[in-house]
Structure formats: C-alpha cells, structure tokens
C-alpha cells in the first residue's frame, strides 16, 4: 500500500496579550511569557546554589554575563541562533533571577572525594547533595524558588550520568545491572522532601566545552526551565476559537526496584497552558498474547478517574470535553473498556486512545537533508509515522546530529481524522520547558512520563499526592 504522505504545519504557541507565534523564542522576546501583565505575573525568582566554592564562582561568573545579554553565535542565522535578551523585567522573560548569600550552601572537594570512595558512590554523592538542597527549602523566612545545583568535574565523569534526552530508550531495553543514575536518585530524594532543584554540569557554563550548544542557546534553555520550575507559564498551545477543552494524559511504565517484574503506571495530565500534574496508577504486568504491558481493567478505571478529578481540581471543577490518552504500550480489551467507563462515568463525550512509540522506519527526500519536520505518513486506519524532528525551513536547516527518527502512532479508539492526531501530538512536542528549539522527539505526554520513570525507579517513598510535574524536569 502506498502510504498517503502530508506536512504538517508548525504549530502555533500563544504569548503574552494573546500574541502568537510558531517560534518559542521569537514569541517571548515579542509577546513576553503568556501571563506578564495579569495579576499571574512572575516578576521575580529566588535561586540557591550548592556546589564547591570553585563551581558556584565560575557559574556566577557565567550568570552575570547572561543577565545582560548574550550576543548570538551565528549571525547569519539568528532564527537558530537567536541572541538571549538578559534577565530584566523589560526584556524576554519579563523576569528577575536573584541570588543571595543566605540561599548557598557550599560543599567541600574532600567531602565529594569521600563520597565518590566506594561502590555506594552515586547514592553517597547524591545524599550529600541532597541535604544541601533540603536545608536551603528548611529555610524559615524568605527560602529559594528553586535550588541550582553545581557538581564538579569530577562527579560527572566518575558517576557517568545520563544526561537525559528525548532519545532515552524505552524500559523494555534498560539494563536490570545498571545502577542508579546520579541525576534521577537526586531526583527522587528530593521528590521525598518536596525540594525543587536543577542540575547544571560545568560544561554548560564553561566557555569552550565541545559537544555543547552555543552560549545563548544554554541560556534561553536553562532560564525557562527555572521560570517554569518556579511555577511561571512561558507559553501555551493556541486554542482555536470553538475547540473543546481537552486533557492529555501519558501514561508510561517503569521497573521499580525491589518489584520484581511489576511496572507501576504513571500518568500526566496537561491543559492547554501546559501545567502537568503526576499521579502514580496501579501495578501493571506484561501480557502473555502481545508481550506488552497492560493495566487491568479496575486500574484502568481509577486511573482516568483520578486524572479526571485532579484535571476539575486545578480548573475550577470544569471537566474537560475530550480526554486524549497516549501510551507506550498498546490497549487491550480490559483497558479500553476500563477508560470508557471512566470517561462515561464523568461525562466526557470524546476518548481518543493512542499509542506512540519510536518507529525503525525512515522515509528518504529527495536532496541532502532529511525529510521536514511535520511529515505525516499514513500507511491504514490504525498506522502511521510522524517526523517530530527534521528539517526545518524556518532554520534553514536539520538542527540535530544524527539521522532523525520518526513516531509510530498507532490508534485503537478515534474520534478525529489522523491528521488532526498527529498535528496535536507535534504540538505537544513544543510543551518541552527544557527547550526552547522545536526539536524534541516526545510529546510531552510520553517523554515527560518515561523520565518521571527513570525517577520512580530510585525513589521508594515517593509521595501518593498529585505532584507539580515542575519536580521531575
């Protein structure tokens, strides 16, 4: 069958006083963050630092130079490289970033060495970080909105973390002997204490460092994620005017230690301005017919119930008119009848059920760069792929290093043409408060609940409330 191919357009974001438009940087440097001006305004945010005396110095250092302006690297293509505007309330952000003496907390490199002796290294090394970046949030007056935090050198070559991303792969291909990875056990200590924190290595604010992205782009990257963490909105997906309000919900599965083989389910719900709240489902198994991971039909259930309480909870007891639901896995019987029960339970006229997976197909274009991001190939009713990464005119350009992948979308329950699926799910792509290019792999739904995950994985006591999925970033 030859598979029907289109292009989707670039989704459009909306800004401050309504503004639009297609490009996350251009929009905040025009628009400003979608609610400067109203009484949700953040003006200010308040950043602790734990590191060495010699991290904390050279990230400062680094810090003042971005809070007057970051020229851009690439003049003739400012449009990838655009200059990062400072940190004033006049300009990008329309936001303050304040340090002070009280919110730091310094460790010693004979601490670090002392913890990074022995087999227990990453957990030792994470402990000593983590009761740092718990004292500052005990803090009885005037505490940190969140707390950056500065290893050295050496804990990032020793501990070799992962640095994350949206290639992560799947936890069907996670190594059961790897250890625990320094970022994500911090993660779920914090998680325990309620202590918002962001990791930054040195290569990030060392000038120089190969492999990194240039000066202005680490900036815009690492200043929205704390605005985001601190609980501003930079940017919503446009609504367009007349259309349903809808909940998106991902639902991923993680091995948890000491579980056996149980997958506990997690689930994220995401308005249209982007605010995602966590919550942890029942245990999971794997199927002996597919060899995937399902819920029972009662998990299923409650599941979505919850997700539908907790999306009426942070919207005025409005229950969304649509529920969109992406999975890792596929559906079975059980589970489908289990969301649509839910969902007729609460009223909700419209269920869409997808799954969404890396797919091993490529499509080839003609000429030397690869196909553009927004391609849509259908092959039947349920099959198609989605390019969430490629060329990108607006770019002039493929702005990633490798061959990109595509998105296996495959659907089990639709209300909506396949089109209109795949463009919603390449505009949660652009629901990434770690990037400000559009060049992430995942919808949100599905990358943000395999890295909330990799964090369950290592955090035994984590909280049984809705979470701010501001903790997992």
Request: aromatic letters at 10%.
């Amino acid at each position: 069958m030859t598979p029907k191919i289109s292009v989707i357009h670039e989704p459009m974001l909306e800004f401050a006083k309504g503004g639009t438009s297609r490009d996350i940087r251009r929009g905040i440097l025009k628009w400003g963050p979608i609610d400067a001006g109203t009484n949700r305004t953040k003006s200010e945010i308040r950043l602790g630092l734990v590191g060495t005396p010699k991290t904390i110095a050279s990230f400062m250092e680094w810090f003042e130079e971005c809070r007057t302006g970051v020229v851009a690297s690439d003049l003739l293509n400012e449009n990838l490289n655009p200059p990062f505007p400072g940190l004033s309330l006049d300009v990008g952000l329309r936001c303050e970033f304040l340090t002070d003496r009280t919110w730091t907390e310094e460790i010693s490199e004979s601490e670090i060495r002392k913890a990074l002796d022995g087999s227990g290294r990453v957990i030792s090394t994470a402990e000593a970080f983590h009761d740092r970046i718990k004292s500052l949030h005990e803090l009885s007056a005037s505490k940190p909105d969140v707390v950056i935090c500065l290893p050295p050198e050496n804990v990032r070559r020793q501990l070799k973390p992962s640095l994350g991303g949206d290639d992560d792969e799947d936890w069907e291909d996670f190594d059961e002997q790897k250890g625990p990875d320094f970022h994500d056990y911090l993660k779920g200590l914090c998680l325990e204490t309620g202590s918002v924190f962001q990791l930054i290595w040195p290569r990030t604010y060392t000038k120089g460092t190969k492999g990194v992205q240039d000066m202005a782009t680490c900036a815009w990257n690492l200043f929205t994620a704390l605005f985001y963490k601190s609980g501003g909105v930079p940017w919503k997906l446009q609504r367009a005017p007349g259309s349903l309000s809808t909940c998106y919900i991902g639902i991923a599965f993680s091995k948890r230690e000491g579980t056996g083989f149980s997958h506990s389910s997690l689930t994220q719900i995401f308005n249209d301005r982007g605010e995602g709240t966590i919550l942890r489902g029942g245990l999971a198994s794997r199927s002996d017919d597919d060899h995937e991971v399902h819920l029972a039909e009662k998990d299923a259930f409650l599941l979505l119930e919850d997700a539908i309480k907790n999306y009426a909870g942070a919207n005025r007891g409005s229950i969304p008119q649509r529920v969109v639901l992406h999975k890792t896995s596929s559906f079975d019987l059980a589970e489908k009848k289990g969301f649509n029960d839910a969902c007729d339970a609460a009223g909700i006229r419209f269920l869409d059920l997808l799954a969404v997976n890396a797919s091993p197909l490529r499509l080839f274009r003609s000429g030397t760069y690869p196909p553009l991001r927004g391609t849509h190939a259908i092959f039947d009713d349920a099959n198609s792929i989605l390019y969430t990464r490629g060329s990108i005119p607006f770019y002039r350009k493929y702005p990633g290093p490798y061959v990109p992948k595509s998105l296996h979308i495959r659907y089990y329950q639709t209300d909506r043409p396949q089109e209109d699926l795949a463009a919603e799910i390449l505009a949660l792509t652009k629901l990434n408060w770690n990037r400000t290019q559009f060049d992430s792999f995942d919808p949100i739904t599905i990358g943000g609940s395999k890295r909330i995950g990799d964090i369950y994985r290592w955090c035994l006591n984590a909280p049984t409330r809705p979470i701010s999925y501001s903790f997992f970033m």
